[in-house]
């Protein structure tokens, strides 16, 4: 057969910048069957943790539907004229590996640290702006792939037409009948087998016809090519990507032609779509694409789509089936999801599509972030994009973080191991910005990053915050206490929290005589993402020195660090001397404050008003949530303090922010506020696909929505196990089971009448015990593979 070489030119949107509404107009200008009639409706599907829909997807933001295996993914439509799958490889990212510091920062450092003791912001901000931030100071985009499209056979009529996503299975799947055909086609991303799925059937033999193209918008060199029934797409940013398709036929007959695949009169066909690029590494892009796409397809080898699926399924299931969550049960689950999404908003009570929106980013999280390959960034692995929203890169002042606060309490600590693996691949890079622009040792991080190891100051002034590492690592430990993995605790988690506290140490100065810290160590400079103060004057600013989160971030990575160290050896002298410098300097760390005039918490080091008193960052309140420095046993009037701040932040914000209240309200034991907050993020900030909305589109969201749930109906953060703690009225009868908790160990839970009638906690470890219902408290020595079943009596 001869090789066909063609350019494609595939017309679509390029940039993110245009409103959500304009880029909705444009789907439906360039659909050609918006008006196609759909006749019979299909019934529910009958697994109820399903999304499902009786239209197909026009709009990839609210409608289309992921999968992922982790490494690719794929935004599944459903036409039923033309299919589009818009497909992901998670390294497709423009750029190059680069040095992004900038060497006049060091030698701006002790003038800007001056400037902002003597409150001259202004000069202080215009200062670092020229010669702090990285150079350059801004990345590039993570990309799609591309988009593979089939064109079907033109019809104006359906039946029984459905699209759904079945979360226990992770399978996408399309069904309807056309002329008394009934055609299925299932999809999804195979971990073990690396590769994109398509399976068409139809209910009749040699119904299924065809034509299959691959397309990518044309803002570098991409070609397409059809040989030996095989698709192969190529393209070069600074990395080289490459798509291969290759379908396996049942009956009919494959032919290429015009860089396409015409399948004509086949009984099933299955499509493997694989994909990759040349990056190796943050500094090393010298791979072979093709070589691995190749091998990705002679690795499934002749297999067939029955035996690929059920490999799928088990992979899959192993870690999805592990929590179950039941709150109840109405006649919702009859009705497609976006129907009772905009019944939820009307105020119906849904507690099905509660569960189905937890459910849904555990999926999400296993779907994006699998060990070997990079962690989830601001749209998981799924992006539509060459300028994405922020990149869709990784934003170290909350939002990364976020994405892995259910890997835990949800059960899938395999998932995290990316987030860790990623946050380890910057130390070099952050070793040297932490020298170039700090004179420091150690290794820092500032708020954003992409594949290519940015770490030092990006996007603007604000981007002169070196606290991520220090927040990074928190999560470190954080799979120690709940998996007690001492190997992990001591040859990964300890070292990078050390190095991020090294920075720390050498970052902190003494601030000067006549400032309301004077003599403490303080953070400078320093500012509350992503937050504005009012001075004396009037003016605006956020340049300043010893902001509250930097002060709480410290407290709790320092005595992490301390934590740590009684666990690699119980007698104290583990790095001993190391120990006694982080000491010292929790000793002189200025503390954070209380407002004489509202009581608050202080967002900054003097008692400033907010320029905007409902900003979606709730910075100050970190030592609540995610940190345990702020909490109602130990810091009882911060803890009060706290609760004022976050009452006076409202009830507003953006999907993310929301979902970082409802945890901070669980932490409060207040269920009835946190499930206030998480009916806003349900009705204000979800869409019909239960994609959170900033807008727009940004996975942290749902993590962050998936783990308040769990923090509401479990808490270990203080010691205990802590069961209902923060169980909100409309929960009357429920249940749960496989929420871990810190200490090893892992637990079911039902209740009646918004009352716990039995619990079962299982020992991981052999850790003692300690739980609490109420105001109950049992402590026990409970051996490794032993439970320990509490009646609520």
Not at 389 to 415: A, K, R
Request: net charge negative.
């Amino acid at each position: 057969m001869r090789k066909t070489l063609q350019t494609i030119v595939f017309i679509g949107l390029s940039t993110a910048g245009t409103t959500l509404a304009a880029r909705h107009a444009a789907d439906e200008s360039n659909n050609p069957k918006a008006n196609m009639k759909f006749e019979k409706e299909a019934k529910a599907p009958a697994e109820p943790l399903t999304l499902w829909y009786r239209k197909p997807a026009v709009h990839w933001e609210n409608q289309a539907l992921p999968v992922g295996n982790g490494r690719l993914g794929a935004m599944v439509f459903g036409g039923v004229n033309q299919e589009r799958l818009q497909l992901n490889e998670e390294t497709v990212w423009d750029g190059v590996p680069t040095d992004y510091t900038n060497p006049d920062a060091l030698e701006a450092l002790p003038k800007v640290r001056q400037l902002l003791f003597e409150n001259k912001n202004d000069e202080a901000t215009s200062l670092a702006k020229k010669t702090m931030l990285g150079k350059p100071y801004k990345i590039k985009s993570y990309q799609p792939l591309c988009d593979l499209l089939l064109d079907f056979e033109d019809t104006d009529e359906v039946e029984n037409y459905r699209r759904d996503l079945d979360l226990t299975t992770a399978i996408s799947r399309v069904q309807y009948t056309v002329d008394g055909v009934e055609y299925v086609r299932e999809v999804f991303v195979s971990e073990p087998d690396q590769a994109i799925v398509v399976n068409l059937k139809a209910s009749k033999l040699g119904k299924i016809n065809f034509t299959a193209r691959l397309a990518r918008e044309n803002n570098t060199a991409t070609t397409v090519s059809a040989s030996g029934n095989r698709l192969i797409l190529k393209g070069k940013l600074g990395i080289d990507y490459e798509a291969q398709l290759f379908p396996i036929v049942d009956g009919g007959k494959v032919v290429s032609k015009g860089g396409k695949l015409e399948v004509s009169n086949a009984n099933e066909v299955t499509l493997l779509i694989v994909g990759a690029t040349s990056y190796i590494s943050a500094t090393d892009i010298s791979g072979d694409a093709s070589a691995r796409c190749e091998a990705y397809l002679k690795a499934v080898g002749d297999k067939v789509y029955d035996d690929i699926r059920a490999a799928h399924l088990a992979e899959y299931q192993n870690l999805f089936s592990r929590v179950k969550l039941d709150l109840g049960t109405t006649k919702a689950v009859k009705n497609p999801t976006n129907e009772r999404m905009q019944a939820i908003k009307k105020g119906s009570f849904d507690p099905q599509l509660e569960v189905l929106y937890f459910q849904f980013g555990r999926y999400l999280l296993i779907s994006s972030s699998r060990p070997g390959y990079l962690p989830a960034n601001l749209q998981g692995k799924w992006n539509q994009y060459l300028h994405a929203p922020w990149n869709s890169d990784y934003h170290f002042n909350i939002n990364f973080q976020m994405n892995y606060w259910p890997s835990l309490t949800c059960n899938l600590s395999e998932c995290a191991l990316p987030y860790y693996d990623y946050v380890e691949s910057l130390v070099p890079s952050g070793e040297h910005t932490a020298k170039v622009h700090y004179g420091a040792n150690g290794w820092t991080i500032h708020h954003l990053s992409d594949i290519y190891g940015m770490t030092a100051p990006a996007d603007g002034v604000h981007g002169v915050w070196p606290m991520g590492a220090a927040w990074a690592v928190r999560d470190m430990m954080e799979y120690y206490r709940f998996t007690g993995d001492t190997v992990f605790l001591q040859e990964r988690a300890y070292p990078q929290m050390k190095g991020a506290a090294e920075f720390i140490l050498d970052f902190l100065v003494v601030a000067p005589e006549g400032t309301p810290a004077a003599g403490k160590l303080v953070t400078n400079p320093s500012y509350s993402p992503e937050n504005s103060f009012i001075r004396a004057d009037g003016s605006q600013a956020m340049f300043t020195y010893a902001a509250s989160m930097d002060l709480e971030i410290i407290q709790d990575l320092f005595t992490s660090l301390q934590e740590a160290a009684l666990v690699i050896d119980p007698t104290g002298n583990y790095d001993a001397e190391f120990q006694q410098e982080l000491q010292t300097a929790l000793d002189n760390l200025q503390p954070v404050q209380i407002s004489e005039k509202t009581g608050r918490l202080m967002e900054w080091i003097e008692d400033y008003e907010e320029v905007d008193p409902n900003h979606r960052h709730t910075s100050h309140l970190y030592g609540l949530h995610p940190g345990n420095s702020i909490n109602r046993n130990d810091t009882p009037e911060l803890y009060e303090a706290a609760r004022k701040s976050l009452i006076a932040r409202g009830d507003g914000g953006k999907g993310w922010s929301m979902a970082w209240k409802v945890n901070m309200w669980a932490r409060f034991h207040d269920g009835n506020k946190a499930y206030k907050l998480l009916t806003n993020l349900l009705t204000k900030m979800t869409l019909d696909n239960l994609f959170d909305t900033h807008p727009p589109f940004q996975i942290d969201g749902n993590f962050g929505g998936t783990a308040a749930i769990a923090e509401m109906l479990l808490q270990s953060h203080d010691g205990q196990v802590n069961l209902l703690p923060a169980l909100p009225d409309i929960w009357k009868d429920g249940s749960v089971e496989g929420l871990r908790a810190r200490g090893g160990f892992e637990v079911d839970m039902a209740w009646k009448k918004g009352k716990l009638t039995s619990a079962t906690i299982r020992s991981l470890n052999g850790n003692p015990l300690t739980v609490r219902y109420d105001d109950k408290i049992v402590e026990m020595e409970l051996p490794a593979g032993e439970s320990f079943t509490w009646t609520g009596n």
